[in-house]
């Protein structure tokens, strides 16, 4: 119930005291409060109204504190006399009251997200922070699914919070360009985040379903907070469409099924289906899809597919096309060659990741061998292909991918 609530608790707080990291202390300190205190009067009939309630008054409290101790140093100053004898400090109490009990969660929650996706922050101290304070997940579980230290993710929190207060970051939804550019980094944030839980990069699960999971919640929560917004429904509408294939992305041993492969029936259907309404809704508000939006539709060329085969990988090849001439980029350049090579045939397909190859952009990357040794598989160069495969099981660092790619590395029987 907690980790439901705490990123109200915390963004209403943020508001008044002007710290995120003051915020969290105190919405722990409401936590705490409950731990002590229910197990003896019992649970209240709106709990998270209690907590909300306990958080502001103890944020309350911090600011009266603050006020008084302003003041007595105004005292001793007498420069400061006139100033120090304003009856002021306990209507600006009042009035911080005030507008907590006024101003809608919905736009506290805004400001955090913005505040904690804040570009002045690295990408791993913004996805730290970000799971810390609007998905309440410990240092340990964000440790955990990221394969770090629980010592290194505490110190991106601790780090990030120090690096918001010394830059004096303030807790408001910018606007303008300033909103677009921070825009970027929050929707960037969330795609990361989710992008993880679908496809670890380390480790011996490749699914991470709990990411997925808060990348999805905080997709919504930012599409109902930002409704004139066209990427955030978009974003929204990519990770519905790519959230509704997870139960058929893993066979019963938690091996890796390929989307050819994919039996889908157990696509999610209600995840289509909410997927297709937001992609409908982004593209009501603009002319020009963007990037998510173009990475939405191309989700949704595969869910109006009834089989890998119907696919319609032409109109996929030309969204890839578009998505590299707004946002160029040798991975979108990979995923189109995958798509051209379904459309025109493996051979026209080679010659585009042969040039990819060719530069150093992706010389780590271990899709780039993968995808190589699949299109000389199927020209029937097998034992090209099998070395490939086997360079790319060597530069993968998940379990569950290299023991696939290994697989197909394997001479055949």
């Not at 809704?281 to 990037?291: K, M, S, V």
Request: proline share 5%; net charge negative.
């Amino acid at each position: 119930m907690f980790r439901v609530e705490s990123a109200k608790i915390i963004a209403v707080v943020a508001r008044i005291v002007r710290d995120v990291g003051i915020a969290e202390e105190i919405a722990q300190d409401a936590l705490v409060a409950a731990a002590e205190r229910w197990p003896e009067s019992g649970v209240p009939e709106r709990p998270g109204a209690w907590l909300m309630a306990t958080a502001k008054h103890r944020a309350i409290d911090l600011v009266r504190r603050r006020e008084t101790y302003a003041r007595k140093l105004a005292e001793v100053g007498r420069e400061l006399a006139d100033s120090a004898a304003e009856p002021g400090v306990d209507a600006r109490v009042l009035a911080e009251l005030a507008e907590a009990e006024s101003e809608p969660i919905d736009d506290d929650l805004l400001r955090l997200i913005f505040t904690a996706c804040h570009p002045v922050l690295s990408t791993e101290a913004r996805i730290a922070l970000t799971l810390r304070l609007l998905c309440g997940l410990t240092t340990g579980e964000i440790a955990r699914a990221f394969l770090a230290s629980e010592a290194t993710v505490a110190q991106r929190v601790v780090r990030a919070k120090r690096s918001l207060a010394a830059a004096g970051v303030g807790f408001e939804v910018p606007y303008g360009t300033e909103r677009a550019a921070r825009l970027a980094s929050v929707l960037e944030v969330v795609y990361l985040v989710f992008n993880e839980g679908y496809s670890a990069t380390a480790g011996d699960d490749w699914l991470r379903p709990g990411l997925c999971e808060d990348a999805l919640r905080l997709a919504r929560q930012l599409a109902a907070l930002m409704p004139d917004e066209p990427e955030v429904h978009a974003l929204a509408a990519l990770l519905e469409l790519q959230a509704s294939r997870t139960a058929a992305r893993t066979g019963p041993d938690g091996e890796p099924v390929l989307l050819a492969d994919q039996n889908r029936a157990r696509w999610d259907q209600l995840l289509i289906r909410r997927g297709f309404t937001a992609l409908t809704r982004a593209g009501g508000l603009t002319a020009e899809p963007g990037p998510y939006a173009l990475q939405a539709a191309i989700a949704a060329c595969h869910a109006r597919a009834a089989d890998y085969a119907a696919t319609d990988w032409s109109a996929i090849a030309t969204l890839y096309g578009r998505l590299a001439a707004l946002t160029p980029s040798p991975v979108v350049e990979l995923n189109r060659a995958v798509a051209v090579s379904m459309a025109d045939g493996p051979a026209a397909a080679l010659a585009l990741v042969d040039a990819l190859a060719a530069g150093p952009e992706l010389r780590s990357y271990h899709l780039l061998p993968s995808v190589r040794g699949d299109l000389l598989e199927r020209l029937g160069r097998t034992a090209e292909a099998r070395a490939e495969f086997s360079r790319a099981a060597a530069l993968t660092r998940n379990a569950r991918e290299r023991d696939l790619l290994l697989r197909r590395a394997a001479p055949r029987e």
